[in-house]
């Protein structure tokens, strides 16, 4: 099987062409006027690990379990939920995902009739096994695991707490899945769908395009301004988790796709406005996360994908395409964002089980 039209010049030169971005960042992101005006403030020394959280609609989320009864905020999570968006500059996602878990740590704890200062580790296991008597899953179980330990790590750092009673709770075993993902051939056929004679399908092909060539999560494809292209260089500039700012290569199919849509598809729907954001809806606003959900799960079934098409799923794609190829882990790791190298090595996993399967189906006498 071929690589997609364009792959070819961008995984012959994406090592260099790293090399080179990663020399300039600095370079390049202090002259590129910045979108957002937030500058975080840096963590203080010795700060609380905070895990962002992953985003995207859970499993247990599309199962629809029962709701948990609503309270409000204890003050000490308003506190961390301050201390993760000023200090650790954490996504709005995250803070979001965090504020849910521990508005349901507030409902248990006030029909407990405790404070947070009370709470033992008897009190956290039967919160969880609430959790689990509400068919959650083992993932969700852990994610307010997570939250609830950097909760109270921040409250004992800031000394308002003598202990943490999460110390000595184990988190729940969970399997270890190997992404998804979709075969070159399934990129071609998705890639082919949108009808780029209107100005929404040039939209669409330019998001497709830009979302395989860039591995880019959706929070940063919808947030992508109108100026973070370097034609020339062939480079785009990303507004990452915890507002951190990275460039990636883009390939030349994609940089074609994103130019004829300047020309002849945004201009129609921005219409008399002039938005700073590069990807609009059919109004002229910013198309929100949502929307391209709803619009690449319908491109999906139209392409005739036996899972259901994400973000994720092409991000997936993309980085296993490239694994398969020959650019290396680090490489990977700049482009997807990824804060620490040991999150891109589950595509080594991937490539793993890949050649298992060509060995066993190819070979005579496996």
Not at 64 to 86: G, N, T
Not at 176 to 203: C, H, N
Not at 331 to 341: N, T, V
Request: hydrophobic share 40%; net charge positive; proline share 7%.
């Amino acid at each position: 099987m071929l690589p997609p039209p364009g792959w070819e010049r961008t995984l012959l030169t994406v090592q260099p062409l790293l090399r080179g971005a990663e020399l300039t960042n600095r370079h390049k992101l202090a002259n590129m006027p910045s979108r957002d005006p937030r500058h975080p403030a840096p963590a203080r020394k010795g700060s609380v690990e905070v895990q962002p959280v992953a985003a995207g609609p859970s499993r247990e989320a599309q199962a629809a379990p029962a709701k948990a009864p609503c309270a409000p905020l204890i003050p000490e999570a308003q506190l961390f939920l301050d201390y993760a968006r000023v200090e650790k500059g954490l996504a709005v996602n995250s803070i979001e995902s965090y504020r849910r878990d521990l508005t349901e740590f507030s409902a248990f704890l006030s029909r407990q009739g405790k404070t947070l200062a009370a709470v033992e580790r008897d009190d956290i296991r039967s919160f969880l096994r609430q959790l689990y008597e509400r068919d959650l899953g083992a993932r969700s179980v852990a994610r307010h695991l997570v939250s609830l330990r950097n909760l109270f790590r921040f409250m004992v750092r800031e000394g308002r707490l003598a202990g943490d009673p999460t110390a000595e709770i184990e988190a729940p075993k969970l399997d270890q899945s190997l992404p998804k993902y979709m075969t070159v051939d399934e990129v071609d056929q998705l890639l082919a769908i949108p009808d780029v004679s209107t100005p929404l399908g040039l939209r669409d092909k330019a998001m497709l395009e830009l979302l395989y060539a860039t591995g880019m999560r959706v929070s940063e494809l919808v947030h992508v301004g109108a100026g973070d292209f370097d034609m020339g260089l062939g480079l785009i500039r990303c507004l990452g988790k915890g507002n951190k700012e990275r460039l990636i290569p883009v390939g030349k199919s994609a940089l074609q796709a994103v130019e004829a849509y300047l020309l002849g598809g945004r201009p129609i729907l921005a219409g008399k406005r002039n938005p700073s954001w590069l990807f609009l809806n059919a109004r002229g606003g910013r198309l929100s996360r949502v929307g391209f959900w709803k619009i690449l799960g319908a491109y999906g079934r139209r392409a005739g994908l036996a899972t259901g098409l994400t973000p994720h799923l092409v991000r997936h794609s993309f980085a296993t395409h490239l694994l398969e190829r020959g650019a290396d882990l680090r490489s990977i790791q700049l482009m997807l964002g990824h804060s620490d190298i040991s999150t891109t090595q589950i595509y080594t996993h991937v490539l793993k089980e890949r050649l298992k399967q060509v060995y066993q189906s190819h070979h005579p006498r496996a």
